[in-house]
């Protein structure tokens, strides 16, 4: 079954054409590589995706439900890490994160639960009672990665989620995101390419608010060691 | 109703772990205290004098309560911009925005949160003020018994609690147009400031545009109350206020996510 479905997703500004007729499906446990260069509508597609914006014209059905006319049921099946991570500097970790959770709906004894698994998943179980002013930028993203866990959503859209990861936490966190495979969908923006290469089964490429493939990661490697970067270059070369 | 007060508990707290709370009730309770020594001094010294008639003297209540609800009204202008240009301004800032939006959360429910927060740190932080009518009811006395009429007092408050209510309801729409915080914080000043205004010019304006002008000038609406009248059309005056602030902060929030 598809967890996400979308069907002619057009997003215009005016006279410009951020995402034109995006049509692709997601099944159920995927990690996708949703690739792109900067500005080719990545940003905007997630932010679609995650009800935060309407979309011009076109669906999107997120476990069944469409973004645009239920968008809370859609959105109960979603965890979004967006580009900054969404942080209170003034809030302690264990205090956004039962935020977030209260939010996404959960209570007593099973966000206090929740709490603690994100936290572990996520390696923050040590700085739950930290400000989130004192924490470094690598561990930010962290509690930004373990908000958008909260609840165990059947989708994750994580907008690059290892920018500013030294290279110890950046495998740290692909190899959580590697583990969700078979148990959460994943929509993995980014353009490390070597990170696709090292979770992702499939890939979604888009430039110019177009999609210009989708498919098995291995088709675009061939057998080559740099596959992948070679067809980033000449499909985004327009 | 859970997600409003999640949202609310949230702004509350975040008020007190950073200056701006303890800041706005430093400013209302060392202004305040100010105004309140002036006004008993000013009261002791023409009971003294022998005055007693004189209106606004008979008793503590007038003599001293309603006047310093003048100034805590006043001290409210100044306090309640700056707590209110963080509510939507520091979620855009800090991208905290998304967060909110991407939740499964009416965008209501985030407006109305953000609002009863406001509200909940502006009522405390008048809160404060009560003491002076304890200080009076406790250390004061009169000749009829009753040292302060606590009916005025409490329409007083009611009046005040109206008045800071809508003033964080014009901030918070206020917040919601602007990232920066201090541009929040200067235009409710002065959106304020020139509905304050609106006195002066009930008197060079003639009618029929003088009483239009006239309710819809906050102080003719709050005098009653002020002193001690229960006057539901004032009620309803600030209520209305209230919900449009809310009904276009709605708006405005829901108005960035289409562009």
């Not at chain 1, 942080?87 to 996404?104: D, I, T």
């Not at chain 2, 855009?92 to 939006?101: A, P, V, W």
């Not at chain 2, 014009?170 to 929040?184: R, V, Y």
């Not at chain 2, 009618?207 to 003719?220: G, K, M």
Request: with cysteine.
């Amino acid at each position: 079954m598809a967890m996400l479905e979308v069907q002619n997703l057009t997003k215009r500004y005016r006279d410009r054409v951020a995402i034109d007729a995006l049509n692709f499906t997601v099944g159920e446990g995927e990690i996708l590589g949703f690739l792109g260069p900067n500005g080719a509508g990545k940003s905007t597609t997630m932010k679609i995706l995650t009800g935060f914006m309407p979309a011009t014209s076109g669906r999107a059905v997120v476990g069944g439900f469409d973004v645009f006319e239920r968008p809370l049921e859609a959105k109960r099946c979603i965890g979004y890490l967006p580009e900054t991570p969404p942080l209170y500097p003034e809030m302690s970790v264990r205090g956004y994160l039962a935020f977030v959770g209260r939010l996404k709906g959960l209570k007593g004894k099973a966000l206090a639960n929740d709490l603690e698994r994100v936290a572990a998943a996520t390696g923050v179980t040590q700085e739950l009672d930290r400000l989130i002013v004192n924490l470094s930028k690598g561990y930010r993203q962290r509690v930004g990665l373990a908000q958008a866990l909260l609840g165990s959503p059947k989708l994750l859209i994580l907008d690059e989620p290892t920018e500013g990861l030294d290279p110890r936490q950046r495998q740290e966190v692909l190899t959580l995101i590697k583990s969700f495979a078979g148990k959460h969908t994943v929509i993995l923006s980014t353009h490390i390419l070597s990170e696709v290469k090292a979770v992702s089964q499939r890939v979604l490429m888009i430039n110019r608010g177009k999609i210009v493939a989708h498919d098995a990661i291995e088709a675009f490697s061939q057998g080559k060691e740099n596959g992948l970067e070679e067809s980033f270059i000449r499909l985004t070369a327009a | 109703m859970r997600n409003v007060i999640t949202i609310a508990r949230k702004e509350l707290s975040i008020y007190f772990t950073t200056a701006w709370g303890w800041f706005g009730a430093a400013a209302m309770a060392f202004i305040s205290a100010f105004f309140f020594l002036d006004l008993l001094e000013g009261f002791v010294q023409l009971q003294a004098s022998g005055r007693r008639d004189a209106p606004g003297l008979r008793n503590l209540t007038d003599g001293v309560v309603v006047n310093l609800f003048g100034v805590l009204l006043f001290i409210t202008l100044f306090v309640a911009p700056f707590l209110s240009m963080r509510l939507f301004a520091e979620e855009r800032r800090q991208k905290t925005f998304e967060l909110l939006f991407t939740a499964p959360v009416r965008s209501l429910e985030i407006v109305l949160g953000k609002y009863l927060g406001g509200v909940g740190v502006i009522g405390a932080i008048l809160g404060i003020t009560l003491i002076y009518p304890a200080i009076l009811a406790v250390f004061g006395s009169s000749e009829s018994g009753h040292v302060l009429e606590w009916s005025t007092v409490f329409t007083g408050y009611l009046a005040l609690m109206l008045w800071a209510s809508t003033c964080m309801g014009i901030g918070m729409f206020i917040s919601a147009l602007t990232e920066s915080q201090a541009l929040a914080a200067i235009l409710t000043f002065v959106v304020l400031l020139l509905w304050i205004a609106l006195g002066v010019l009930v008197r060079s304006v003639d009618e029929p545009l003088r009483s239009v002008i006239r309710y819809v000038h906050f102080d003719s609406q709050l005098q009653p109350l002020m002193k001690g009248v229960f006057d539901p059309k004032a009620v309803v005056f600030f209520l209305s206020a209230i919900v449009l602030s809310i009904v276009l902060t709605h708006r405005a929030v829901e108005a960035q996510r289409w562009t």
